[in-house]
């Protein structure tokens, strides 16, 4: 289904991206290997070119402007276009918040979130000149709930949910569509954490497939699919239908009074942009003011 295009994979020599970009070129499209292992990306490439399919290797770390620039430019150069581009590459370091260095904090969202902000800034242009693009964050369940010691890494990958809710906006009238994949799989960032049976059925190559949808003509845009284990589900960012509470002097109590009315969940929605908000607290206090004034 994805003949004739091409993609990019960062973090592609082993686990997931492995996975993810030979999943990518069974389904005819022509990848590029990104990887700060040179020797493994090439390997990979290999591997797609022996099965019949057509990949390249591009070594270099996803949080060097320079190797981005290089990576794509070659791409061009080779393949004339980019059409999809998969944020793959992180790192774990992980601590609880009392012991973990600012460094290592720093570290994680360096790579996670500015990595994809510079691979995703490099094709951003060429997507929509070419009125076509594709890309998928990878987020976390970490991030979306939360995940004791993963404090650096929660932080970056909710913070790629936010980017890609705004790079949909932006990208829409140019068919630039913007998704994030959540995956649980068992690689070399979960070795430790998990017992045998759980990293058998938990192989990345039962996260990929996922990807057909978000990276197909007809793909969604601003949608979270969480995969695992041949399992998938869509997570949301919603907002309660809430109460108009007032303001002045006592508000606060009430706040606290109301708590059960503020944020039952009933009538909760998915809101198309950030003003939706601003847009149902104007409204609401509208509708309370004119019901007073009657």
Known sequence: ??????AIVTGAASGLGRSHAKFLAGQSARVVINDIDSQAAETVAAEI??????AIACAGSVTDEAAVGDMVTRTIDRWGRVDILVNNAGILRDKSFAKMSLDDFRLVVDVHL????????????IMRSQNFGRIVMTTSSSGLFGNFGQSNYG????ALVGLMQTLALEGQKYNVRVNCLAPTAATAMTADILDQTSLELLAPEKVSPGL??????????????????????????TLTEGAFVGWGEGTGAEVVRRWTDVSARGNETVPQYGFAQAEREVASANATNSRTAA
């Not at 990595?115 to 242009?125: D, F, L």
């Not at 990276?215 to 399992?231: E, F, N, V």
């Open 1 to 6: 289904m994805l003949e004739g295009r091409i």
């Open 49 to 54: 070119a022996a099965e019949g399919g057509e």
């Open 114 to 125: 500015m990595g994809s902000v510079i691979c995703t800034k490099a094709v951003w242009e």
């Open 155 to 158: 932080a970056a990958k909710m």
């Open 212 to 237: 057909l949808l978000l990276t197909s003509d007809d793909a969604p845009t601003r949608t979270i699919l969480c995969a695992g284990a041949g399992h998938f589900a869509t997570s949301n960012i």
